[in-house]
């Protein structure tokens, strides 16, 4: 149980475009999902927390604008980068809490997605 | 000012060799520790919560004990497949995580 997809794995874009990356809770319903980067050798750092049917919560630097969340739906989240730039090259990692018994602390986490902005 | 600080932050093993990593933290009302492993170009993998000062829970080779300022993870008997780099967060009363800067196991046959 408790399983979190991220779609696609891998992205390469040219600048200027937009890319939307998924992340689905599979076998569990999630309130409350988080968005991740995560630079080479660096530890995860907390973009923003996205919450079913309200707007998402960003951490302070990060650009509501370029970042685009949307939680429709209690298994699914997703994080558009727009206009991207090399600059926005990374690592990007969803999270998910299960809001069910005695998984209710913990997030469980996608695979990551691997953005190149060329 | 919550905070996790993790140590060291890069540990060598030889296979069999027993140790343990740390993860010191600061937070105001803790809600939970949570320890994660994670493989390069992978999101984290879930390992233990921890939620109160002399709990201890284990799997396999992996042990993971809480104090009121401090959690470690112990590795009996390390083999090369639990190479990975290893990451504790809080979460803290006002419902923020935050996340250690890990530390990266290698441990050698």
Redesign the interface.
Same mark, same amino acid.
């Given at each position: 149980g408790a399983v979190v997809s991220q779609h696609p794995s891998r992205v390469i874009c040219k600048s200027g475009t937009s890319v939307k990356i998924e992340c689905r809770s599979l076998d569990f319903q999630a309130t409350t999902m988080f968005w991740y980067r995560q630079f080479p050798k660096q530890s995860l750092m907390l973009m923003a927390t996205s919450n079913e049917g309200s707007k998402a919560t960003y951490e302070q630097g990060v650009e509501k604008d370029k970042f685009l969340i949307n939680h429709a739906s209690l298994t699914l989240s997703t994080l558009t980068v727009t206009s991207a730039h090399p600059e926005d090259s990374s690592f990007y990692i969803c999270s998910a809490r299960d809001m069910s018994g005695s998984g209710y602390n913990e997030q469980f986490f996608g695979p990551g997605t691997r953005l190149t902005v060329l | 000012e919550d905070q996790v600080t993790q140590s060291p932050e890069a540990l060598r093993l030889q296979e069999g060799e027993s140790s343990s990593l740390n993860c010191s933290y600061t937070v105001s009302g803790l @809600? %939970?520790l +949570?320890w994660?492993r994670q493989d390069p %170009?992978?999101?984290?993998? +879930?390992l233990f919560?921890l939620y109160s000062a002399g709990e201890e829970k284990e799997k396999e080779r992996l042990k993971a004990t809480l104090t009121k300022k401090e959690s470690f993870l112990h590795i009996t008997a390390p083999k090369p497949e639990d190479s990975a780099t290893y990451?504790c967060?809080v @979460?803290s009363d006002f419902n923020k +995580?935050y +996340? %250690?800067? %890990?530390t990266k196991l290698n441990v050698k046959p």
């Open positions: - | @809600r %939970g +949570f994660y %170009g992978k999101g984290p993998e +879930f919560t990451l967060a @979460r +995580f +996340f %250690g800067s %890990g």
